[in-house]
């Protein structure tokens, strides 16, 4: 069974860091690409970031470019979102996902989300 | 940047009446849509993939259609557990991947 499990959300001050976490199981984490999407309260889907199999390719929406970083241990597999200076807009529920296939695609997987709140 | 539009924002139907919610693209898209159902507190469920597949395990009252830029999310019978809200997403032009706003399934 196909599990992303979330963790490393909490309450952080505008400026501060944070790293979030997704430890992937059930299938070969290695073969697929994986994104962050976030959802602020009350809000629609927002695609952050996404990694291509090995790393070698990341992209990022304009918003969190220079601030935040996505990375992938493919030995413990695992996703991650270093996030720094962050602001009050960047409050949302993250949720890491999977696309089904080689490519970038849709999300066939999520996982559960955890919540990551700035503010002062 | 490739904007989806969804209408309308809120849908007011009855159990077992047919809703139709429709996605708009700012430029073609091709096939490259996929549909979203989110409840309250849980993720989204994918749907609908290549504007017209179901996914796994989707009920056959899901339909999915278009291509481009216009593109229909048909529920056929409207069961319970269909009250949520719907996304569309694509994944033609990138990054980013972008989303519609929503549309709600509320009960009449």
């Known amino acids: 069974e196909v599990q992303l499990v979330e963790s490393g959300g909490g309450l952080v001050q505008p400026g501060g860091s944070l790293r979030l976490s997704c430890a992937a199981s059930?299938?070969?984490?290695?073969?697929?690409?994986m994104s962050w999407v976030r959802q602020a309260p009350g809000k629609g889907l927002e695609w952050v970031a996404n990694?291509?199999?090995?790393?070698?390719?990341?992209y990022y929406v304009d918003s969190v470019k220079g601030r935040f970083t996505i990375s992938r241990d493919n030995a413990k597999n695992s996703l991650y979102l270093q996030m720094n200076s962050l602001r009050a807009e960047d409050t949302a529920v993250y949720y890491c996902?999977?696309?089904?296939?080689?490519?970038?695609?849709?999300?066939?997987?999520w996982g559960q989300g955890t919540l990551v709140t700035v503010s002062s | 940047e490739i904007v989806m539009t969804q209408s309308p924002a809120t849908l007011s139907v009855s159990p077992g009446e047919r809703a139709t919610l429709s996605c708009r693209a700012s430029?073609?898209?091709?096939?490259?849509l996929a549909w979203y159902q989110q409840k309250p507190g849980q993720a989204p469920r994918l749907l609908i993939y290549?504007?017209?597949t179901r996914a796994t395990g989707i009920p056959a009252r899901f339909s999915g259609s278009g291509s481009g830029t216009e593109f229909t999310l048909t529920i056929s019978s409207l069961q319970s557990e269909d009250f949520a809200v719907y996304y569309c997403?694509?994944?033609?032009?990138?990054?980013?991947?972008?989303f519609g706003q929503g549309t709600k399934v509320e009960i009449k």
């Open positions: 996902a999977r696309a089904p296939t080689t490519v970038v695609s849709d999300f066939d997987y």
């Open positions: 059930g299938f070969t984490f290695s073969s697929y690409w």
């Open positions: 990694i291509k199999q090995d790393g070698s390719e990341k």
């Open positions: 430029q073609s898209v091709s096939s490259n």
């Open positions: 290549g504007a017209s």
């Open positions: 997403q694509q994944y033609n032009n990138w990054p980013p991947l972008t």
